[in-house]
């Protein structure tokens, strides 16, 4: 894959993200089919078939062919929209989607595209669209690729100027093979022009030199002429109108936003390899340490101090801005759900509406990446698990349409994520005798509600009293938490009998820097992420109780449990008189940790750790302080977990 | 020397170090540089192999104990004690970690094709961590088998 073409590459990315977007007009054709709408499908489909062909995706075109059709006649009123073609046409894009991932014809997409499941497809598109089955897998319908779509209607006549760019046919443009599926449209009359020729002796071959005028005359909208030129947007290209037939009878207010459309995509946003912003980041990351190291050294003189005091506003501002460019809204995950949604309700026979809100939250894009599968296992769990089916909700005197409501905001340097469903809600009773026959508690344990409710995350899991094909073997929630750490975030749990369960999710806005709060222990300094401290008090000897075996501590008459970390470390106690705690919370409870001392606030860069020390528990990298000397920064939730489970492993044998 | 000896052999540039007063070859085109001793920060939990970290130049990069393998004894440290940072691949990735010894002694030229195994003294050396002797004047000084020495997982390590 590596020496792939770029241009292929950047096809295949652009037809990616077409089809993301197939998905969601087909969804939304469900609810409202209005004309517009089907014409958006119905040209989604031909710029994938045009462009596929010409980049070596005859398998992908072939079939969209087909697809296409289906459409056509629902454009002409001829089919109408109805589950099952929606369902259809989703299968269909699954298909074209698995079609485009094998990279261009070859014995992977053949195999794909002679699939009993592929034929089938075929089969029911045949059936609606009345055409005969004989050519389901012919090899030589390029022909058909390009078949004129030809309508009765008032043909229009274009002059297209189209000049490529010098270097498109070193990236495999094909010129011809776009003049080729113009000619589809309509009759067409090229020239060529070839006034930027050079001479033989300056002529080098891999360069494009020519540009071609051509007159077509089509009953096509200006768009579809567009779509023909959609992957070579780096030329020179000038679609104009002749005005010699009568005025044209598509609506131009049609034609003219979507336009508009294109060239904002174009020409205002830039397409960069994730990499590259990694590596901005990386040095960003040089940058703040060193400043910070700067910040250091120049408090002894006025005048370099002033200097670095502007410094550090540059390189605020810089940072701030190089993690706007990383931030994405998170309405790309969400829309992802809707299709979720509607296969689980068919799957499962229960009427389920997804509501999303705050889809314009921004996250950073890592953040994103890992979060899609998360969401959907617990999306899944609450329309399996939490929603009732119609008979029990309508007993209950709900509303036998369940609602899952998937709403994201931000709140200071995390991203809250909601699902919220008005299901059945946990039973805190079920969790406890599920969690003592697998042994994660105790039976004379008496956990609060909270506590009981964090045991779903645990491996292993599973209060479904009958295993379904979505959900209930147990390893969802799980994994569910686990991404959720690696995230560096934290998962709260409420849940109302009868009435739902709502699950939040705090996540960290950007991984790349966090704020910390330094800590020493003995001669060792230590980070705690900003976001994961409540609050700092004095452990004072007096307050410490002991009680059930655990180690309690009593602030403002609550007791929080603490755990030391010379004794979580194994390094020997601290003789130090004045120590203080750290007040965290992980898993939606307050944990203290103890340390020698608190040293302030710092902006810390994390630099993940090598092979060397990525399992050791409790800490989520390190980073370089101001004065060049490495810290580990703290990963609560696993530094916390560990050592409550040592110390209940530890508690039986006392 | 036959003609065909002498196409086999394949010299190579070895930097030697000392450890509790061995001789030790590594790869020249290994190392990346050599430091006189900085701070380390301790890793709590983290196995003796891979004790602690060092800032080399902003980059943060695991301190190895490789006398943890060669099955040797600690050794404080002197005026002569030396960080050798190494860049490598480990499992494929390549890495950047650093060694102390208790001395550098010199960049030599040896001959790869001469690597002699270890004779009677075998026993003493995991074998999985040992490529051969060398050369090294009227000594020997043993040529490490880096990929399989510095593997984080010593159970993978052939």
Redesign the interface.
């Known amino acids: 894959m590596d020496d792939i073409n770029p241009a292929i590459g950047a096809f295949v990315q652009e037809a990616q993200e077409i089809l993301e977007g197939l998905e969601d007009l087909l969804l939304d054709l469900e609810d409202r089919s209005d004309p517009e709408q089907i014409d958006a499908v119905f040209r989604t489909l031909h710029t994938v078939k045009g462009s596929g062909a010409m980049f070596g995706f005859g398998t992908l075109a072939r079939f969209t062919h087909h697809f296409e059709d289906a459409f056509d006649r629902v454009r002409e009123g001829r089919l109408s929209i109805d589950g099952r073609l929606i369902d259809l046409s989703l299968r269909a894009r699954d298909h074209m989607i698995a079609l485009l991932n094998c990279g261009g014809d070859g014995p992977q997409a053949t195999a794909l595209e002679e699939a009993p499941e592929a034929i089938a497809l075929l089969a029911a598109l045949f059936e609606i669209t009345g055409s005969e089955t004989s050519k389901t897998t012919g090899g030589n319908e390029d022909t058909e690729t390009t078949a004129p779509v030809q309508q009765p209607g008032t043909a229009r006549r274009w002059l297209i100027r189209f000049v490529p760019e010098v270097n498109a046919l070193r990236n495999g443009m094909r010129p011809d093979l776009l003049i080729e599926e113009l000619g589809g449209l309509g009759p067409v009359d090229v020239s060529a022009d070839i006034t930027a020729l050079p001479s033989m002796d300056e002529l080098e071959p891999t360069r494009g030199y020519l540009g071609w005028t051509i007159k077509l005359e089509t009953d096509q909208p200006k768009s579809a002429i567009e779509a023909v030129f959609i992957f070579a947007d780096d030329a020179e290209l000038a679609i104009t109108e002749e005005m010699i037939a009568p005025p044209a009878k598509a609506d131009p207010s049609e034609v003219e936003p979507s336009s508009s459309n294109v060239r904002e995509k174009s020409g205002e946003s830039v397409r960069v390899p994730a990499a590259k912003l990694d590596e901005i980041m990386d040095q960003l990351g040089?940058l703040v340490?060193?400043q910070a190291r700067l910040c250091q050294m120049a408090s002894a003189d006025a005048e370099l101090e002033s200097v670095v005091e502007e410094i550090e506003r540059l390189v605020t501002g810089l940072r701030d801005a190089t993690l706007s460019i990383r931030m994405l809204p998170i309405e790309v995950v969400f829309g992802k759900f809707r299709r979720v949604v509607r296969d689980l309700s068919t799957e499962l026979g229960k009427v389920v509406t997804l509501i999303t809100e705050g889809g314009e939250t921004e996250i950073d894009k890592t953040v994103i990446d890992r979060l899609s599968e998360p969401l959907v296992h617990m999306i899944r769990n609450s329309m399996d698990h939490g929603i009732e089916s119609g008979g029990a909700r309508t007993a209950a005197g709900k509303p036998s349409r369940g609602t899952v409501r998937l709403s994201a905001r931000q709140e200071g340097g995390e991203v809250l994520i909601t699902i919220k469903d008005d299901g059945a809600g946990l039973d805190a009773e079920a969790i406890r005798l599920k969690a003592i026959e697998r042994g994660l508690l105790s039976p004379e344990a008496q956990p609060t509600e909270s506590e009981l409710f964090q045991l779903i995350f645990a491996p292993g899991f599973s209060t479904a009293k009958q295993v379904s094909s979505v959900s209930g073997r147990g390893v969802g929630m799980d994994a569910v938490r686990s991404t959720v750490d690696a995230l560096r975030g934290s998962i709260e749990v409420a849940s109302r009998r009868g009435t739902g369960t709502r699950v939040t999710l705090r996540l960290p806005v950007t991984l790349a820097i966090i704020d910390g709060l330094l800590v020493r222990l003995g001669n060792?300094v230590f980070v705690i992420p900003l976001a994961a401290v409540e609050e700092c008090v004095e452990l004072d000897a007096a307050e410490r109780q002991r009680e059930s075996g655990r180690t309690m501590l009593c602030i403002r008459e609550h007791l929080v449990p603490f755990l030391d970390l010379d004794e979580?470390?194994?390094?020997p106690p601290s003789v130090e008189s004045r120590r203080r705690v750290v007040i965290v919370k992980f898993d939606g409870q307050r944990l203290g940790l103890v340390v020698d001392d608190i040293l302030g606030q710092n902006q810390t860069v994390i630099?993940t750790?090598?092979?060397?020390?990525r399992d050791?528990?409790?800490?989520a990298g390190?980073?370089?302080l101001g004065d060049?000397?490495?810290?580990?920064i703290i990963d609560v939730a696993t530094l916390a977990r560990r050592a409550l489970a040592e110390r209940i492993e530890r508690k039986p044998a006392a | 020397m036959t003609k065909a000896s002498r196409q086999s052999s394949s010299y190579e540039m070895v930097l030697i170090f000392r450890l509790s007063g061995e001789a030790f070859a590594i790869s020249v085109s290994r190392v990346h540089e050599i430091l006189d001793p900085i701070p380390v920060t301790e890793v709590p939990n983290a196995t003796a192999f891979a004790p602690a970290l060092v800032n080399v130049r902003g980059a943060i990069v695991p301190l190895i104990d490789i006398r943890q393998r060669l099955r040797m004894q600690p050794e404080r440290p002197s005026n002569s004690t030396r960080l050798v940072v190494l860049e490598l691949p480990v499992a494929g990735i390549p890495t950047r970690l650093a060694i102390m010894t208790d001395a550098v002694e010199e960049v030599a030229e040896t001959d790869i094709s001469a690597l002699e195994p270890i004779p009677d003294l075998g026993s003493r050396w995991p074998e999985q961590y040992v490529s051969g002797v060398i050369r090294h004047g009227s000594d020997l000084a043993i040529f490490l088998d880096t990929e399989n020495l510095f593997c984080p997982d010593p159970e993978r390590a052939a």
């Open positions: 040089e340490i060193a060792a979580v470390f194994g390094w630099k750790f090598s092979q060397y020390h050791v528990p409790g800490f390190a980073t370089i060049g000397s490495v810290a580990l």
